[in-house]
């Protein structure tokens, strides 16, 4: 039946339908100019790099101060630079911004060893205070997913280090709806047994798990590239995003098992207080200016669980930001880029 | 109605409710008791294989995975270490006053138009 229906459209649609071919032939990964805004390498410590994105216009903007982007852990950063014309970091730049970009580079066997700890008190750290050092002002942070979460357990400790933060799609309950969280919960996922077998999370592990949060997506996917598969700019976009999508790194073993024992199964950002190795957190400690962005239609990060920032935030200025789409379309998005972005790097530009 | 809108309703139709159905077998317990089993035993068997092969490379006198993962783990630790120490002494010599502006980089390779 469905053959049918589509072969009768066909004979309606003559020109879509040719052209998928010559769409899908478009298909050149490498051709694409995905993370290619100019940047310098002026950072690195074991796979983390820190770039400096250099200026697209004369002027700077002193005001807001620097900005650090810090991308998920689980993806590569060049989400946050997609393409000329899409990326949001290029954006920040076209407003006058000075932005710094995290790459947390991919894990070997011996990362295995690294947990949250040394993520986030070294190596974030050590970011933070060469981008004080550098430009002898305080970064604002924008973190996105994970990178969000990063960010708020690094201010829980040098708060007065930092200018602004932004939260993109960052959980903070992990007690959620989510499938997500119900699988990390579960008693019989023994996370330390899986540790000692892969030693770092396999990326392939990792995938197979967010297919599995909305595995008819794919679907309604090609059925929008089918049908869009004359619009060379949204061919662009969609193979940029596609490349990210499938460019997983593995996750380095001993930050997995915090992630899952601290922060999903504690629920540990949800207390007053708490310990994260060596370092003992008050939440208390935040009185910086916070902006969240976030979905309503998250299947990964679901509302409740970016929501919860509300209630762990004891500063006085906090913003909310509704976004359109999903995980990765609020934030980068046709929507996010003509709505959210501007408005956070109007945000960031308010004196701290 | 044209077929098309109706293909479109039920494939949406269709496109719910078996996202319904799998996203509840996604979160039975039986179902996830099933596959945490399985996972479980595959970790195990993995385990049992990896302790053989190091207590071969063991007796051999060789160096196995471990030993070199740990070893590659000590020479970041100590790189990170080196950094500790250069900003110790950065604010003991400039007695923690700091120029404004000051251009810096902590790498070898100091100037990358990166193109991932």
């Not at chain 1, 679907?219 to 969609?238: H, T, Y």
Request: proline residues 4%; neutral net charge; glycine residues 6%.
């Amino acid at each position: 039946m469905s053959f049918e229906v589509l072969a009768d459209e066909n004979a309606n649609r003559p020109l879509k339908w040719t052209h998928f071919v010559p769409g899908l032939k478009h298909f050149r990964p490498a051709n694409l100019p995905i993370g290619s805004t100019a940047k310098d390498l002026v950072h690195s410590e074991n796979k983390l790099k820190l770039f400096r994105y250099q200026p697209l216009s004369a002027t700077t903007n002193s005001k807001g101060g620097p900005i650090l982007l810090i991308p998920s852990l689980i993806n590569k950063s060049y989400i946050l630079d997609l393409l000329p014309g899409y990326s949001f970091a290029e954006y920040l730049l076209k407003q006058g911004h000075d932005v710094f970009i995290l790459d947390w580079g991919e894990p070997t066997d011996e990362d295995r060893f690294i947990g949250l700890e040394t993520i986030v008190f070294r190596y974030l750290q050590r970011c933070l205070q060469f981008i004080n050092e550098a430009t002898q002002q305080k970064p604002n942070l924008i973190g996105y997913c994970i990178g969000g979460t990063l960010a708020w357990l690094l201010a829980l400790e040098k708060a007065n280090e930092i200018g602004r933060m932004c939260f993109l799609t960052t959980p903070f309950d992990f007690h959620n709806e989510s499938l997500l969280s119900e699988w990390s919960r579960l008693k019989s996922f023994d996370v330390e047994k899986m540790i000692e077998s892969t030693g770092n999370v396999p990326w392939y592990l990792m995938q197979s798990s967010f297919h599995a949060l909305a595995p008819l997506s794919p679907i309604r996917k090609w059925q929008k590239l089918a049908e869009k598969s004359g619009d060379q700019e949204f061919l662009d976009r969609f193979y940029a995003l596609e490349t990210w999508g499938n460019d997983n790194v593995s996750f380095p073993g001993a930050a997995f098992l915090d992630l899952i024992k601290v922060l999903y199964r504690e629920n540990s950002l949800m207390k007053e207080k708490f310990e994260l190795a060596q370092h003992c957190l008050v939440t208390d400690s935040i009185d910086n200016p916070v902006m969240n962005v976030y979905s309503q239609t998250d299947h990964i990060v679901p509302l409740a669980a970016t929501q919860a920032l509300k209630e762990i935030y004891r500063g006085t200025e906090y913003l909310d930001l509704p976004s359109i789409g999903g995980h990765i379309g609020a934030i980068v998005g046709g929507r996010a880029q003509s709505e959210t972005w501007p408005q956070i790097s109007q945000w960031l530009s308010s004196s701290n | 109605m044209t077929r098309k809108n109706l293909f479109e309703q039920a494939y949406t139709v269709w496109e719910k409710r078996t996202s319904k159905l799998l996203d509840s077998a996604m979160r039975n317990s039986q179902v996830l008791k099933v596959s945490s089993d399985f996972m479980n035993q595959q970790f195990k068997s993995k385990i049992v294989v990896d302790q053989a092969l190091l207590k071969t490379w063991r007796n051999l006198l060789l160096p196995n995975k471990k030993d070199q993962e740990k070893t590659l783990h000590l020479l970041n630790e100590l790189h990170s270490r080196i950094f500790d120490l250069e900003e110790r002494i950065e604010e003991l010599n400039q007695g923690n006053e700091k120029p404004l502006g000051k251009k810096k980089t902590r790498t070898k390779a100091t100037r990358t138009s990166a193109n991932a």
